[in-house]
């Protein structure tokens, strides 16, 4: 049962029937079991491999969680390891560069589309690699300030379709913004 789940990526889910849940019952009926740390080493290798085709994508925030599980099965993991690393140093990096990214954006006004090439894309792409980051909620406020400022633009020339839909995708994006809630009841008024 641990070869066929470890032969279809059942590395450590779903519950119950993935391959470190059949090692770790071989483990308790036969502890030192040398299957079982072979096993787990296989295991992080195929995490290894799995996060280094998630960082050739690109999906960095994937690649940190699946070396983060390959870890949790096999810390002796010495590819895992270097792979972490090797995440943690081009980390500053990537995130620079998406922001520069994203700011292009912003000044393009490619804000929300196109979806594979806008400001929303690169900050959510920040927001994967640290989901705490407060560049990522400035950057939402960025984009949520830029609809804000052509949605009144589009109200002053009495052009309330398109500044209805500048202030719903800036408040898709930022939901808290001021200036687009103040301009969404100056729309309510206006129809």
């Known amino acids: 049962q641990a070869e066929k789940a470890l032969a279809i990526d059942n590395l450590t889910g779903p519950v119950d029937r993935n391959a470190f849940y059949y090692y770790k019952e071989i483990e308790k009926i036969d502890p030192g079991n040398h299957r079982v740390q072979e096993g787990f080493r296989r295991i992080s290798e195929r995490y290894a491999e799995l996060a280094e085709q998630e960082i050739t994508n690109r999906e960095y925030g994937r690649a940190i969680v699946l070396v983060e599980r390959g870890i949790a099965v096999y810390p002796e993991s010495t590819r895992l390891t270097a792979i ?23 000044l393009e ?28 909620r400035e950057g ?52």
């Open 84 to 106: 972490q690393e090797r995440l943690k140093n081009e980390r500053s990096m990537l995130i620079a560069d998406l922001v520069r990214r994203a700011e292009e954006k912003i």
């Open 109 to 136: 006004n490619k804000l929300t589309t196109p979806t594979h090439n806008c400001a929303l894309k690169y900050y959510n792409e920040i927001a994967a690699i640290d989901p705490d980051s407060n560049i990522v």
């Open 140 to 191: 939402y406020r960025k984009i949520g300030n830029r609809y804000a400022l052509l949605a009144d633009s589009a109200f002053r020339r009495l052009d309330f379709d398109q500044a209805r839909h500048f202030v719903d995708e800036g408040l898709g994006v930022d939901p808290d913004n001021h200036r687009l809630r103040v301009l969404e009841q100056q729309l309510l008024k206006s129809t």
